[in-house]
């Protein structure tokens, strides 16, 4: 016999009720029962950051999450950012900036960044630095990644006027 817990998950703005199995992490929650392919696995040990997603606007390693505990928490993935076709200001400076190599870390890189952008709007090269700790590329060697975070934050930045500044 099975025990499972019906959780309620608010991902993406989308309000999803699910039985879980009381192992069962967000990851795969994600992945293998919601179709969101763009949250990955890579270590499954939360040291990689390719698994990250935003909860409650902070990022976590949803390899280490486990579903249940998510319950009633507002989770972002990858898939979240856009509005449909179009992308997030973060993903394309990423893609501007060519900091996307092989793509593997990118949906982690872009979180990170989003959470990091949320909370300082101008950080510095140590702040992006440290913000994006949590995340391993092996393409690069994160010079292009720290130039998009940059450039995200120009393009995030209020005008004095209040208006989104899209240079």
Do not use: W
């Amino acid at each position: 016999m099975s025990i499972t817990k019906r959780v309620r998950l608010r991902i993406n703005g989308i309000e999803h009720e699910l039985d879980v199995q009381p192992y069962e992490r967000l990851i795969d929650v994600l992945r293998y029962r919601l179709g969101l392919t763009g949250t990955k696995e890579g270590c499954s040990t939360g040291d990689c950051g390719a698994c990250s997603v935003l909860m409650d606007g902070k990022v976590v390693p949803s390899c280490l999450v486990l579903a249940v505990s998510a319950d009633g928490r507002e989770i972002i993935t990858i898939e979240g950012l856009a509005d449909g076709d179009q992308l997030h200001l973060i993903q394309q400076a990423f893609i501007e900036c060519g900091a996307v190599q092989c793509g593997f870390c990118t949906p982690g890189m872009i979180l990170a960044t989003k959470a990091l952008l949320d909370e300082n709007p101008n950080p510095t090269v140590e702040e992006i630095k440290s913000a994006l700790s949590g995340n391993l590329c092996r393409c690069t060697g994160y010079v292009k990644i720290i130039e998009a975070v940059m450039a995200a934050a120009a393009k995030l930045k209020p005008c004095s006027d209040g208006v989104q500044n899209e240079s």
